[in-house]
């Protein structure tokens, strides 16, 4: 197997993870009762899933822009998603507030943003990694408010922890090689970006897998 041909079987296992846990995702959504607004977090997976495969399959088709505009859409719906998913899930009212500001400060960015950045080719930069900085946060303060209750003790059984773990994962590992994207983009070694992200994409969608099953045979359970 050659390079090329590696880089292919690792696409394919990621979309293949992606497909797998937003399948997985439904099932149990459709199954098992899901609290909170978790119940969409199946349906923004297929959406990713089929965002991603439709663009990767169709970059051909627009060579200057290579469909950047569909995962810039997908990157403010996943940043506006997630958030929204941890203010309806931390109890503390400073905490939501500070959630809400940070999706307002994330939109304001984007917006502003356009007017440097051409969104239909060009990848969103500052947008992005101030999303992941504020959703790493987001994250922490969750993890944060469970280390002070009971549930702590069923982490394990706890569907968005699982969903946080994978989050966390992906965002700690990819955000430095965002920062430093213009630099990677134009040397030989831009493969690295490519295999990390691929990478920490198979993570990420595991733990959204184990964090299903889990979550299902607990319910089976009670």
């Keep these: 197997m050659n390079k090329v041909e590696f880089l292919v079987a690792l696409r394919n296992i990621a979309f293949a993870s992606e497909c797998i846990a937003a399948v997985i995702g439904l099932f149990f959504l459709f199954t098992h009762?899901?609290?909170?607004?978790?119940?969409?977090?199946?349906?923004?997976?297929?959406?990713?899933?089929?965002?991603?495969?439709?663009?990767?399959?169709?970059?051909?088709?627009?060579?200057?822009?290579?469909?950047?505009?569909?995962?810039?859409?997908s990157n403010v719906i996943s940043f506006i998603f997630l958030l929204f998913i941890y203010y309806k899930s931390v109890k503390k009212k400073n905490n939501k507030h500070y959630i809400v500001c940070f999706m307002i400060f994330y939109s304001i960015v984007f917006f502003i943003g356009g007017f440097y950045t051409n969104y239909l080719n060009q990848l969103q930069s500052a947008p992005f990694i101030l999303g992941s900085f504020?959703?790493?946060?987001?994250?922490?303060?969750?993890?944060?408010?469970?280390?002070?209750?009971?549930?702590?003790?069923?982490?394990t059984k706890d569907l968005l922890s699982w969903i946080s773990g994978g989050l966390l994962m992906y965002y700690v590992g990819i955000t430095p090689f965002r920062i430093v994207r213009e630099y990677y983009a134009t040397q030989s070694d831009s493969l690295v970006l490519f295999l990390i992200t691929i990478i920490l994409t198979i993570i990420m969608n595991t733990c959204f897998i184990i964090g299903f099953i889990i979550s299902s045979k607990s319910n089976m359970n009670t």
């Design 134 to 155: 504020l959703l790493l946060i987001t994250i922490i303060i969750y993890f944060t408010e469970l280390l002070k209750t009971d549930q702590i003790i069923e982490i």
């Design 33 to 73: 009762k899901i609290n909170r607004v978790l119940k969409w977090f199946p349906v923004y997976l297929m959406y990713i899933f089929l965002n991603d495969f439709i663009g990767f399959k169709t970059r051909h088709l627009f060579p200057e822009s290579n469909n950047l505009i569909l995962y810039n859409i």
